[in-house]
């Protein structure tokens, strides 16, 4: 069972920023938000963060918005009006307790269910939607001073679905990959999902995996149980 997630997206200040910025859009923006495995919350580093931020929200703010089925569009709607109301009440709830729109930050005048893609900053530890799956394109971004700190910061959730790490220093990746507890790890890349690898979570995130022998495994032991029941 897969359900649901709160990934961490962390980026250190030795990364590699214009290659953490294209993950931090795929892993972000897959299915305009809309993805289990999107990232959640954006942990980065202090030295780094004024220009992570802004060139994050300069990405975000060139996304063609538009009908899903045009070839140009980059961002559809969401998938129904809860979804766009739901959105909407996490980044007004954020902005209240103090964090700050770089872009976006509100629905569109449009027909249809279309959220702006959002950048926030300075948001705060108590915002809801570093507890909830946002389910949309918004990304809220928190500062961080060091690996512990960055650590408990993406471990502070229930959920442990997928993590990313961007790190030029691959100990300290491998070091942070293994302290956080997450079912996958994105390691300087923003998407998990391989033929290769099994696909599932830890935690609140569910239970058992999928994809490559570790998934065939686990089905061949559900399906001798069932039969000898």
């Not at 990364?15 to 931090?24: F, N, S, V």
């Not at 209240?96 to 569109?108: F, H």
């Amino acid at each position: 069972m897969e359900l649901g997630g709160n990934a961490p997206f962390i980026v250190f200040d030795d990364a590699d920023i214009e290659a953490a910025l294209d993950g931090a859009m795929l892993a972000k923006m897959r299915n305009g938000g809309e993805a289990c495995t999107a990232a959640n919350r954006f942990y980065v580093q202090r030295n780094i963060a004024s220009e992570f931020s802004a060139k994050l929200a300069d990405r975000m703010q060139a996304l063609v918005v538009d009908d899903g089925v045009k070839s140009a569009t980059q961002c559809g709607p969401l998938v129904n009006r809860a979804s766009l109301a739901k959105v909407a009440s996490l980044v007004d709830d954020a902005v209240t307790k103090g964090a700050k729109i770089l872009t976006g930050g509100q629905a569109l005048s449009r027909t249809g269910f279309f959220y702006a893609p959002t950048v926030l900053t300075d948001v705060p530890p108590t915002a809801d939607l570093l507890e909830e799956e946002i389910f949309g394109p918004v990304a809220p971004l928190v500062i961080f001073d060091d690996e512990a700190e960055a650590i408990r910061l993406a471990n502070a959730t229930e959920y442990g679905l997928v993590a990313y790490v961007y790190t030029r220093d691959l100990a300290r990746g491998l070091r942070v990959s293994e302290l956080l507890e997450s079912g996958m790890i994105g390691l300087n890349r923003g998407l998990v999902s391989d033929p290769a690898a099994p696909f599932g979570g830890v935690k609140q995130s569910g239970l058992g995996r999928e994809g490559a022998h570790h998934g065939l495994l686990e089905f061949m032991e559900a399906k001798y149980i069932s039969t000898a029941w």
